[in-house]
């Protein structure tokens, strides 16, 4: 077999060596060309094609363990699958020897403790899933499909984070396989270096077999979904969306956006195609507050669909699964904000009238609350300042489109990027984004993230990610 060595240079691992490897592992392991390696390498930005030398579906730890220590004893690049959501994919490698830890799907749930132990290859909906059966819910992301690991593992925000803080706030523990082939806890009580890093450090200090997460009452119904209006009102609906977001309770979280109308079957078909302007909705407190509070929405003006309502949280968290298919090509630009102010509006409008794709948006979603409460060194996610995300998010289906497609996503954000508080967000950070950009993401953390990568990763196995070199 062809693969990369951990220094780049190309090796031969020799077919008796991977039966060796073959022989240690309990889930299958598929070479290049079998129908279980291409499922595996197939991710959801379809501009990604990269083949790894060969992929093992880890049924569980000793299967991550036998990986990792196979791989450091043939010298080999590893890269490491949990959901296959990252944009820039980060969860391939050309040559690599590929974990997919899409078997890894358990979740235990103590409703007593409200603490969530999530298998690392998880999807956000198993655990909203489990944890939903006890009226608890983990603060997870807004697109159900999206794995665990890389969410966690960079910070993570969703319709909870106003209340609870990024994802990562709310990890107390990880099961961490090490570059030494160690399963090892992180938590404060013990390795608390590693655990610091762990959150928002990415995937660069060992392989993530588990994430216990703090639960909280929420659901099983909320208010929520979308209202939306014709581009044309765009000017008084994101004022709306100004001012409302501003005085909104921890609950409460609003997102605008623009795109043209999906066909979806809450919007009529005369618009589908059309440029809309929309306002996304969660309250996650109590209904009856819910529905007071979104009443503003749902009264503003005239709007061409409405699907604001009484739902189920596990509903909520899938309401956009649709328009973010795993195969089409996506290119994305992401700022955070300290506030919204009506100057950046007008850009949001501008940009979203010159959009390529009928698949395309321009979204800003509220986070501000709880995570700007702690301090900065909390993790390495830091970030504290920010209170929206925007996200100038391309999105189309053929390559032939690639260029004016990113062209306008690069536009777009060039004109709207003074408005950021200077960082942006790990996890949005497409194939194209340098060193630059990781430093505005993490920024102060970056040195201490260096020290703790030498002490535990110091010859930079874990590297097919947003690298961090040890210090
Ligand atoms: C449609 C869509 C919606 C999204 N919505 C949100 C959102 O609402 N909120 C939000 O915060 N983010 C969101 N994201 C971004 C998301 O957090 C990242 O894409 C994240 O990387 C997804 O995790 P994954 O496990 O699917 O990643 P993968 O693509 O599988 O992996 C990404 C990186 O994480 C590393 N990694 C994965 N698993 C492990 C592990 N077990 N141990 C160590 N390293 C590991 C990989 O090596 C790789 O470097 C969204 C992404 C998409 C595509």
Not at 8 to 26: M, P, Q, W
Not at 158 to 178: A, Q
Not at 192 to 216: E, Q, S
Not at 348 to 358: D, F, G, L, Q, W
Request: aromatic residues 8%; proline residues 6%; glycine residues 12%.
């Amino acid at each position: 077999m062809r693969a990369k060595a951990i220094d780049g240079r190309e090796i031969d691992v020799k077919e008796d060596t991977l039966a060796g490897l073959k022989a240690r592992l309990s889930g299958p392991l598929f070479p290049p060309g079998d129908a279980g390696y291409e499922e595996s390498r197939t991710i959801w930005n379809g501009m990604i094609d990269r083949k790894p030398a060969a992929v093992a579906r880890c049924r569980g730890i000793a299967d991550v363990i036998a990986c990792v220590q196979f791989a450091r004893e043939n010298a080999l690049l590893l890269c490491i699958k949990g959901g296959g959501h990252n944009i820039a994919g980060l969860a391939l490698a050309d040559g690599a020897l590929m974990l997919d830890l899409s078997l890894m799907r358990g979740v235990w749930v103590d409703p007593h403790g409200k603490v969530a132990h999530a298998q690392a290859g998880c999807l956000l909906s198993d655990v909203d899933r489990e944890t939903q059966v006890h009226g608890l819910a983990a603060v997870l992301g807004f697109v159900s499909l999206t794995g665990i690991a890389g969410l966690t593992l960079g910070g993570g925000f969703g319709y909870l984070t106003r209340r609870f803080g990024w994802t990562s706030d709310n990890v107390v523990g990880m099961d961490v396989v090490t570059a030494d082939g160690r399963l090892v806890r992180a938590s404060s009580d013990e390795n608390a270096d590693l655990f610091w890093g762990l959150r928002g450090g990415g995937g660069n200090f060992g392989v993530v077999t588990g994430i216990d997460y703090v639960l909280h009452p929420v659901g099983p119904q909320v208010v929520g979904g979308i209202v939306a209006w014709p581009a044309s009102e765009a000017p008084k609906v994101l004022e709306l969306y100004r001012t409302l977001s501003e005085k909104a309770p921890p609950e409460l979280t609003l997102v605008a956006l623009m795109r043209p109308a999906p066909p979806a079957p809450w919007l009529p078909k005369d618009v589908h195609g059309k440029p809309i302007v929309a306002l996304l909705a969660c309250c996650s407190g109590r209904p009856e507050e819910g529905e007071q509070l979104v009443a503003p929405i749902k009264s503003f003006g005239h709007p061409i669909g409405d699907v604001l309502v009484r739902r189920p949280y596990a509903q909520m968290q899938a309401l956009l699964d649709a328009t973010q298919p795993k195969g089409r090509r996506y290119y994305w630009k992401s700022e955070y904000l300290p506030r919204i102010e009506p100057a950046l509006c007008q850009k949001v409008i501008e940009h979203a009238a010159k959009i390529r794709s009928p698949h395309s948006a321009v979204i800003l979603f509220q986070i501000g609350g709880a995570l700007n409460r702690l301090d900065d060194g909390h993790s390495p996610v830091g970030n504290r300042d920010a209170s929206y995300v925007l996200n100038v998010a391309g999105s189309w289906e053929k390559m032939d489109d690639d260029g004016a497609n990113i062209e306008w996503a690069r536009e777009a954000w060039n004109d709207m990027k003074s408005f950021s508080t200077g960082g942006t967000y790990i996890n949005f950070l497409t194939e194209d984004e340098g060193p630059e950009r990781i430093e505005a993401a993490l920024g102060h953390g970056l040195a201490r993230l260096a020290e703790v990568k030498a002490r535990w990763d110091p010859q930079n196995v874990f590297c097919t990610n947003r690298n961090i070199k040890p210090a």
